[in-house]
C-alpha cells in the first residue's frame, strides 16, 4: 500500500480586523443656530412664531433680522446676520434664494 500524503493547502484568512467602525463625522449645527441660540430669538419669538407669508421673500428675512439685531441691541455682524436669516430660512420659511 503506498500512502499518499493529502497535501494541504492552507488556505489564508484575511481578516480585515480593523475596518473603522463609525466615521466620526460630528454634525456640526449651523452657525446661524448657534447665532439664534446664542441670541435668545427665541425669548420673543417662541411667541410670536416666524411667519413664512409675512417675511415672504429671502432679502425681507435679512431685513428683519437685521431690524431685531438693531432694535435691540444684539450687535450681530453682517455676515452672522445672513448666517442667522440662512438658518432661519432653511428651518421656518423656505424661500428661495
Ligand atoms: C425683545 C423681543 C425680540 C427679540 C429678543 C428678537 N425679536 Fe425678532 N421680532 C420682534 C418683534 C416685536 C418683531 C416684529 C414682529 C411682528 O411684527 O410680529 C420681530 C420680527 C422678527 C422677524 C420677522 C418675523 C416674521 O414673522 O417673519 C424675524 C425673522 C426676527 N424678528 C428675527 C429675530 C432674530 C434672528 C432674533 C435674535 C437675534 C430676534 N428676532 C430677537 C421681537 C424680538
Known amino acids: ?3 499518499i500524503p493529502l497535501k494541504s493547502y492552507a488556505i489564508p484568512l484575511v481578516i480585515i480586523g480593523s475596518l473603522l467602525s463609525s ?3 460630528m454634525a456640526e449645527p449651523h452657525p446661524g443656530k448657534v ?3 446664542d441670541n435668545n ?5 417662541v411667541d410670536k412664531p416666524y ?6 421673500s429671502f432679502p425681507k428675512l435679512i431685513k428683519s433680522v437685521r431690524f431685531c439685531n438693531e432694535n435691540l441691541g444684539i450687535g450681530l455682524f453682517d455676515d452672522e446676520i445672513e448666517e442667522l436669516a440662512d438658518y432661519l430660512n432653511q428651518t421656518y420659511y423656505q424661500h428661495p434664494k
Open 1 to 3: 500500500m503506498k500512502n
Open 23 to 25: 466615521q466620526t463625522v
Open 35 to 37: 447665532l439664534h441660540d
Open 41 to 45: 430669538c427665541l425669548r420673543c419669538h
Open 51 to 56: 411667519n413664512p407669508s409675512k417675511t415672504d
